[in-house]
């Protein structure tokens, strides 16, 4: 490794790292929006929100490292350019591919790296992570109790207060609403004042109660016969309900997540790839059997009535068929006919009405098993696709990281310039680019529309032929911004006209002013349109 090898490595490394912090920041805030309703309210301990982040980093490192690779490319490169390094470099004989080596070499290894990560580290932080949210998603908020609306944050249970004390948390003008035996013996409650407060164990809420009124619905069924509903009302000093209430944050199982294709590494998406399609083609084969043994017997129930109708002879099923004989005309066999209309037409009216009714209740139960069946080899087939998807982005994911370098670098050698200014803008817009066609084809790949494994190496069959034209193009000179050239080709294509070039000009110039006179009419027609609204109004 020379010193300029050196030089440059330590200049890439540097802004990878910056880069690389910043992506993985960028990434896990947009991860923390999406499930910002189930993380506040909730009363988390300060342990569970550190496990969550730690978790969620660990699941983001693979997406930032592609990212943080462009942008440290074409920060590292556009430097160089701008300071005229990189033209000093190539001056002394040395070209753009030979700079590009040592760092090309780096960001193999940290595709490598990502790939290790995904297939080992990542599986496990992802079922963790699943199994926090879940938990997360089914614990019980805090209890805040607003003025002026019922509160419905306590299971079977709506509280209305009308004020509240914050310094003492005793409540005012208290409603309550409670539902834990029923509705038919709901509960109704006024009180003048209450307190409210968690029990030591987090298991209970206790509320107390002073100076109020309980109304209780002793609804039944004999009373509902009798036409009245009667009632229980109760004046009370001071009174105390224990309601249920765990508080406490319960983290679910991860192990029950083992089935999830996102917690899985490469070893075990094959084995439980092979596993799914074992069972999809012993389901089809399943179905397969139950179908044609119900034709089979429709179709000797239906030739056994149509024996009952007309005689026919039928050779034994043993019998071998006989070669027709040189110059012998051989002939068709008479196939049994069953007249339809002639059966049903010595049928009695009423058992004509039972038997439809019986074959309509057959074909409805026939139809919701056969949805059944579908919505099972649906399924199947979706996790099946879920779990291709997963093998395929632990690769796609690793690649991603040397195909942007190769894109970023050269580009950051062309713009010529360093900072933080254009290449971030132009690294953004690349990977949004990326990021489009990348979900938008797996989305298509996972529905079935196209094969899983198209619709996860889209991006990546779009990305390499520009990435290789691209840093080609660098290497021989060959690729500049010249803003002058790219305005004259703007003026080229608007003197273009689009009538063939054996006119002659006298036609041109007659196509030309009648358009022009075309035009200048509905220009004066939108100039006049909007006096004549004015008018109107």
Not at 208 to 224: R, T
Not at 381 to 402: D, G, N
Not at 436 to 461: A, E, H, N, Y
Request: proline share 4%; hydrophobic share 45%.
């Amino acid at each position: 490794m020379k010193k300029l090898d050196i030089y440059i490595l330590k200049k890439f490394l540097l802004l990878f790292a910056a880069s690389f912090f910043v992506c993985l920041f960028i990434f896990m805030m947009q991860f923390t929006w999406r499930y910002v309703n189930d993380l506040v309210g909730k009363g988390l301990t300060l342990t569970i929100l550190a496990q969550f982040f730690w978790y969620m980093s660990q699941t983001m490192v693979a997406p930032s490292l592609p990212l943080a690779v462009l942008l440290s490319s074409l920060i590292t490169f556009g430097n160089l350019s701008e300071s005229l390094e990189l033209l000093s470099i190539k001056a002394a004989g040395i070209s753009l591919l030979r700079v590009l080596m040592p760092l090309a070499a780096f960001c193999l290894l940290i595709g490598g790296m990502s790939f290790h990560f995904q297939n080992k580290i990542a599986p496990e932080a992802q079922k963790n992570l699943t199994s926090l949210l879940i938990s997360m998603k089914t614990a019980s908020p805090a209890v805040e109790i607003p003025e002026g609306i019922f509160y419905n944050g306590v299971p079977n249970v709506n509280l209305y207060v009308q004020r509240k004390d914050s310094d003492t948390g005793k409540l005012y003008q208290v409603i309550i609403y409670k539902t834990d035996q029923g509705f038919e013996r709901a509960q109704i409650v006024l009180a003048d004042s209450a307190f409210l407060e968690m029990s030591s164990d987090k298991q209970h809420l206790t509320l107390d109660l002073w100076h109020g009124e309980q109304f209780e619905n002793l609804q039944s069924q004999e009373a509902m016969a009798l036409g009245n509903v009667p009632y229980d009302r109760e004046t009370f000093q001071y009174k105390r309900f224990i309601i249920d209430f765990d508080a406490n944050f319960n983290v679910m199982d991860a192990e029950q997540l083992r089935g999830n294709a996102m917690v899985k590494s490469i070893a075990q998406i094959d084995h439980d790839i092979d596993s799914i399609n074992a069972d999809i083609d012993s389901i089809g084969k399943v179905h397969f059997q139950e179908t044609f043994a119900r034709e089979a017997i429709f179709a000797s129930s239906l030739a056994g009535k149509s024996a009952g109708l007309t005689a026919q002879t039928e050779l034994p099923a043993t019998t071998p068929k006989s070669e027709p004989a040189k110059g012998q005309v051989q002939t068709k066999a008479h196939k049994p006919s069953f007249n339809f209309d002639e059966f049903l037409s010595k049928q009695d009216a009423t058992v004509l009405r039972t038997s439809k009714m019986i074959a309509n209740n057959r074909v409805q139960i026939m139809q919701m098993e056969y949805q059944w069946r579908n919505d099972i080899v649906a399924e199947t087939l979706y996790q099946l696709r879920l779990h291709q998807r997963e093998w395929h982005k632990k690769i796609t994911l690793s690649l991603a990281c040397l195909l942007f370098f190769f894109i970023g670098a050269p580009l950051g050698a062309v713009i010529g310039k360093g900072g933080l200014g254009m290449p971030t803008v132009v690294s953004v817009l690349i990977f949004v680019l990326y990021y489009i066609i990348d979900t938008s084809c797996m989305k298509m790949g996972r529905q079935g529309t196209i094969p899983v494994w198209l619709g996860m190496w889209v991006s990546t069959f779009i990305m390499l032929p520009c990435g290789t034209w691209i840093t080609y193009r660098c290497n021989k000179d060959k690729m500049h911004f010249n803003i002058t050239s790219l305005w004259n080709k703007i003026k080229t294509i608007r003197r273009w006209h689009p009538f063939p070039k054996h006119w002659k000009t006298s036609e041109r110039e007659r196509w030309s002013s009648s358009w022009m006179t075309k035009i200048a009419k509905m220009k004066a027609t939108l100039s006049w349109l909007p006096k004549k609204l004015r008018k109107k109004r």
